[in-house]
């Protein structure tokens, strides 16, 4: 692994680990169940006892992001001479803030804080969708081959297929932040 990369794959695990300091904070305030799912209309559905929602997440999180960006490394060793996909520098960077909105969101909840968990959801998501649907059709041809299986035959397939797929993305994106505005 490079040594940027390694710089990346730590700070983005830090960046996860990271929420457990405002957990620590926050500790004797917060119940001994803490909501962990809520149902479409915000009500908390599933509890986590205190220690794994403020701990435990976080480092399932971070390990998650490791596993991740060392996999991407793997594969992307595999290409030759050619420049990290801009893809995926903003997938990098995925997990570790999702973490942190998810868990400052579980905190929030049981403070009492009102918070829409269906629209945050919702805004994140339509965001990220948006913002790949963006790039996935600057994706190269040799990246494509290593990403895709099955792979288009040619380029020209391979030009329309993501294409498709990042206006889909897109579209979806714009679903996500349209059912905000009737949620």
């Not at 205190?50 to 399932?60: C, H, Q, R, V």
């Not at 490394?73 to 030759?80: A, P, Q, R, T």
């Not at 994140?124 to 990246?143: A, D, H, R, T």
Request: net charge positive; aromatic share 10%; charged share 15%.
């Amino acid at each position: 692994m490079e040594k940027k990369n390694r710089k990346i794959l730590i700070l983005s695990v830090i960046i996860c680990l990271l929420p457990m300091l405002l957990g620590s904070i926050l500790y004797n305030k917060l119940p001994e169940q803490i909501p962990i799912h809520f149902t479409i209309k915000d009500v908390p559905d599933n509890y986590a006892h205190k220690n794994f929602a403020l701990f435990g997440i976080p480092i399932i999180m971070a390990i998650v992001q490791a596993i991740c960006l060392i996999a991407v490394n793997i594969k992307l060793n595999k290409l030759k001479n050619e420049e990290k996909p801009k893809i995926l520098k903003i997938m990098e960077w995925f997990i570790p803030i999702i973490t942190v909105l998810l868990y400052v969101i579980m905190i929030q909840v049981p403070l009492g804080s009102t918070v829409y968990v269906g629209k945050s959801i919702c805004l994140i998501l339509g965001i990220l969708f948006m913002v790949i649907g963006n790039y996935i059709p600057k994706m190269s041809y040799e990246m494509g081959k290593t990403t895709f299986h099955p792979m288009p035959k040619n380029e020209k397939s391979f030009r329309k297929m993501t294409k498709i797929m990042g206006y889909s993305f897109i579209v979806i994106g714009i679903v996500l932040l349209i059912m905000i505005i009737w949620a």
